[in-house]
């Protein structure tokens, strides 16, 4: 019904920076809002970044100033551009996207499969 796709994750070093890729397809009527989230073993998931439709964005005050969220709606898709990155920003990076489909009645949450980001030395 919909699908989200997301690419980008990897290996960098401490510093380095990396730019997450997610694009929403399938039956889609709107999209509201569009995040990340982040889940990091032994640890529960958290948001990173949220971007709603003609809202402010917001961010993880671990993430501020590092990192920005973006999204081109014509393509459906958001980007998360990661600058100096931590070893303490290592985690799996799920999309997530609250979406009217066609045969909705009401906004669904859908996620991505998740990307590993790994920041070491």
């Known amino acids: 019904q919909v699908q989200l796709v997301e690419s980008g994750g990897g290996l960098v070093q401490p510093g380095g920076s990396l730019r997450l890729s997610c694009a929403a397809s399938g039956s889609i009527l709107t999209i509201y809002a569009m995040g990340w989230y982040r889940q990091a073993p032994g640890k529960q998931r958290e948001l990173v970044a949220r971007?709603?439709?003609?809202?402010?964005?917001n961010y993880a005050d671990s993430v501020k100033g590092r990192f920005t969220i973006s999204r081109d709606n014509a393509k459906n898709t958001e980007y998360l551009q990661m600058n100096e990155l931590k070893p303490e920003d290592t985690a799996v990076y799920y999309c997530n996207a609250r979406i009217w489909t066609m045969r909705g009645i009401s906004y669904s949450d859908f996620w991505g499969q998740g990307t590993q980001v790994t920041v070491s030395s």
């Open positions: 971007v709603p439709s003609g809202g402010s964005t």
